[in-house]
């Protein structure tokens, strides 16, 4: 006879996909049940932990688990990919923009270093630490980055899950101030794009999945490569740049030179769910390209207008193209 304990465990177990519960739900239950007597199985529930356990083999049974379906192996194997992607241009723009700051704040005179320094001191115990932490943090970003591709999983998580914990903290000034209409929008999208990174890293990233790989070149070439694009970019602009052009700019070429190497047909086959990784990030830096950008656009320099404006249009089309890549590949693989 079917106890009630059983009943509500079958109905957690629910939340694994099919071909899992096909395989393993009466293994699970007969288990589960093993050592537990009839009487308190007619009273008790799943625990919490329990329930939170089973939620986590869900999304691991989701994401490219030994045995799983092609479309699930797909489906992981781009979440695998877009948090390598979005972890590799956060860690070489944090790197960029403090290096940048620093050198212009120390060859500009005592002024501008002075103006550097005041950003964490004289505004109270609270408010240094808050600048200290959205300084330095970020910088885990490139130990999430390394970590990851030497198979330092549980390193990797917790760096990118702490890295993105600074913007966090805008949003909590915002909330203070009732949401400046003018700020809100651009401090959401980059909570959105930094914590969409560290959350698709734990969660893609898990013991069952395959190591991380880049498509080409050892990861401190690329993340090289990543930072003299990103801050040749800003130091070529007359007329200065804001926080978000380096990060588009390294999207947009290495975007475009992915999509010709494809249009080519290269001989590096790419992974799959390779174009909807890039083409789900490209989305979510547009968001984040026109946000920064909407609220200014009436007083921005004339350069840097017409500069933003081209971007966030690179951005539209590749993004476009890369969707289309992307369905291709999904009909070509069966998915």
Do not use: K, N
């Not at 933003?308 to 969707?323: F, I």
């Amino acid at each position: 006879m079917t106890t009630l304990l059983e009943t509500r465990y079958r109905a957690v177990l629910r939340l694994l996909p099919a071909y899992y519960r096909r395989e393993r739900e009466e293994e699970m239950v007969e288990t589960y049940l093993w050592d537990i007597d009839q009487e308190t199985q007619e009273q008790s529930r799943p625990t919490l932990g329990e329930v939170a356990s089973v939620a986590a083999l869900a999304v691991r049974s989701r994401l490219g688990a030994v045995g799983a379906p092609r479309r699930y192996a797909v489906l992981g194997s781009a979440v695998r990919l877009f948090a390598l992607f979005a972890v590799l241009l956060q860690a070489a723009s944090a790197l960029v923009d403090r290096v940048l700051g620093l050198t212009w704040a120390s060859t500009r005179g005592g002024s501008q270093w002075e103006m550097f320094t005041d950003g964490f001191t004289g505004h109270g115990v609270g408010h240094g630490i808050g600048a200290v932490a959205q300084w330095f943090l970020p910088l885990l970003w490139p130990v999430a980055y390394f970590a990851l591709l030497r198979d330092r999983r549980r390193l990797a998580q917790v760096s990118a899950l702490v890295a993105a914990l600074p913007t966090l903290w805008p949003l909590a000034e915002l909330w203070a101030l009732d949401f400046a209409p003018s700020d809100s929008a651009y401090a959401v999208a980059a909570a959105v794009l930094a914590w969409s990174s560290a959350l698709a890293l734990c969660a893609a990233h898990h013991q069952d999945a395959p190591p991380a790989a880049l498509p080409a070149g050892t990861p401190g070439l690329v993340l090289a490569a990543c930072c003299v694009l990103m801050g040749g970019s800003v130091v070529a602009l007359p007329d200065g740049a804001d926080t978000v052009w380096a990060l588009v700019t390294c999207y947009l070429v290495a975007a475009l030179a992915w999509l010709v190497h494809w249009a080519r047909g290269g001989s590096r086959v790419p992974a799959p769910g390779e174009a909807a990784a890039l083409a789900a990030l490209g989305l979510l830096l547009l968001a984040v390209r026109i946000t920064a950008v909407y609220p200014w656009l009436d007083v921005l320099p004339g350069s840097l207008r017409v500069g933003v404006l081209t971007q966030a249009a690179a951005l539209v089309a590749l993004t476009a193209a890369l969707s289309v890549v992307s369905g291709r590949d999904l009909l070509s693989r069966g998915t």
